[in-house]
């Protein structure tokens, strides 16, 4: 009930377009008071998820390293880390390109927090994984290919 | 309902290096169970806050494409040995689970 309370008010101060929409029944409340951005996880394609996350056209940049294996063998886990060297860095996006659902996890650094995000994620096949991170209003973005053997043998 | 989750905060240097490895399945609803043939239901954390000391330094948003158990690494300039890490999850289905640990 507490959640509920506080989406309830982040809702009535954040989101009045929203607010119309609920009033004009055109979304379900319980639609409407979710913070997680449901439009970028579930888009089926990389532009779709960029568009969610409100991105698009950001930079390539050589300020931004992805550690991740050459080969994962086994898919379902595979070790990613992203470091970003951009001044003002405040967001980081992880995104698999051809995952049925390509964006990872989207992380808002605050406070004292540095550019670097470690953790693990599925992959369904061989692609690259992208990494976009804003920093002062703008945004950039690197990739590096991770080819997945599932079965940890051939490919 | 909830599993533990366990966080480890040490400092090196100037920084904390924070991991913190939760419990779920991570459930994408596309898996079949073996035995029924039938889908097993999405079931994933959507959100993570992390707190030091009362300020957040990460809030995240998760998809189905993080691995089962997750697994998350970060490193926050500022804080003290003996501050206080509190991470929050809640999944898609609104359970929630919450730990704390204390710098080292």
């Not at chain 1, 992959?123 to 976009?132: F, I, N, P």
């Amino acid at each position: 009930m507490n959640a509920l309370r506080r989406n309830v008010l982040k809702g009535a101060t954040g989101a009045g377009t929203l607010a119309v929409a609920v009033a004009a029944g055109l979304l379900k409340p319980t639609q409407a008071l979710a913070e997680w951005n449901k439009s970028a996880f579930e888009a089926k394609n990389v532009g779709d998820a960029m568009k969610g996350l409100g991105i698009s056209g950001p930079a390539d940049s050589k300020d931004i390293t992805i550690k991740a294996p050459d080969i994962a063998e086994n898919g379902a886990v595979v070790p990613v880390e992203v470091t970003s060297g951009i001044a003002g860095t405040t967001g980081i996006a992880i995104i698999a390109e051809k995952n049925g659902t390509p964006l990872i996890g989207d992380f808002a650094l605050s406070g004292g927090t540095q550019g670097y995000i470690s953790t693990r994620i599925k992959m369904g096949q061989t692609s690259l994984v992208r990494a976009v991170v804003k920093a002062g209003g703008k945004t950039y973005t690197a990739a590096k290919e991770v080819k997945v053997t599932i079965g940890g043998c051939g490919g | 309902m909830a599993e533990p989750m366990r966080i480890r905060a040490m400092m090196a240097g100037d920084v904390v290096d924070v991991k913190v490895l939760m419990n779920h399945p991570m459930e994408t609803g596309l898996r079949k169970d073996a035995k029924t043939g039938q889908l097993v239901p999405a079931h994933f954390i959507q959100e993570v806050t992390t707190t030091i000391n009362g300020a957040t330094v990460l809030a995240a948003e998760l998809g189905t494409g993080v691995s089962k158990n997750p697994y998350l690494g970060f490193k926050v300039k500022g804080p003290k040995k003996g501050d206080k890490v509190v991470v929050n999850w809640t999944d898609n289905k609104g359970d929630k689970n919450s730990a704390e640990a204390t710098i080292g």
